[in-house]
């Protein structure tokens, strides 16, 4: 019930902030500035050290009004570590059948990156409800409406390369939601969180225009 409740959260709110950070402390004040612009599903990836304390400290201030998940979880191990620290969805920039396994044994949604049809399909097999496309600006909205296609039913969130501008054309493409980083977050190199809020909130307005 709770990988159902999940899914349909991250398609209701459908932008995910992808935050990378050199601390977790800048890692829990830059998804602090995206909740506040009211984007309420935040992906910390393992890219930042000590990610699990940021998400165990976003869950323990922000758990009863974001999505807090971990993201660049390359192996199930530490997609472990993100679970015991309150992760409620794990991401990856590939497929990893074992980490899959991990996060299909606790009921937690697994996004991995794919990039061709094959790996979707392998994808589908381990029980993967949303497929990662990463690098985003690597293929375009045109990509997904060419595998979508033959699979139809595919799930896709685009993540690398999504702004304002172009969000319109993702969505339109049939993805399920985007992710944003940079675009998002580089404001806080010169400690501008005010900005990211602004940013954030631009975005969430931005999807329920277009989502209707």
């Not at 159902?4 to 998804?31: C, F, W």
């Not at 000590?50 to 009863?64: K, M, P, T």
């Not at 985003?136 to 699979?151: C, E, L, T």
Request: aromatic share 6%; glycine share 10%.
């Amino acid at each position: 019930m709770k990988k159902l409740k999940v899914l349909q959260s991250l398609t209701s709110n459908g932008v995910v902030a992808v935050i990378r950070a050199d601390h977790p402390e800048d890692a829990y004040k830059m998804s602090k500035a995206c909740i506040e612009g009211g984007l309420t599903t935040i992906e910390v990836t393992f890219t930042t050290p000590g990610a699990d304390e940021a998400i165990r400290r976003l869950v323990a201030d922000y758990g009863d009004r974001a999505l807090i998940g971990a993201g660049t979880v390359l192996d199930p191990v530490t997609a472990r570590i993100a679970l015991l620290a309150g992760a409620e969805f794990v991401v990856s920039p590939s497929l990893d059948e074992e980490t899959a396994k991990m996060c299909s044994l606790y009921g937690i949604p697994y996004m991995p990156g794919v990039l061709t049809l094959g790996e979707a399909k392998e994808a589908l097999k381990l029980g993967v409800d949303v497929l990662k496309l990463f690098p985003g600006s690597a293929f375009g909205p045109d990509f997904v409406k060419a595998i979508k296609g033959p699979m139809p039913y595919l799930n896709i969130m685009p993540t690398g390369g999504v702004d304002l501008a172009n969000m319109e054309q993702w969505l339109k493409a049939g993805c399920l939601a985007v992710g944003i980083g940079g675009n998002l977050t580089a404001p806080a190199k010169q400690g501008r969180y005010d900005e990211i809020t602004r940013l954030a909130a631009e975005y969430v307005a931005k999807f329920k225009e277009l989502r209707g």
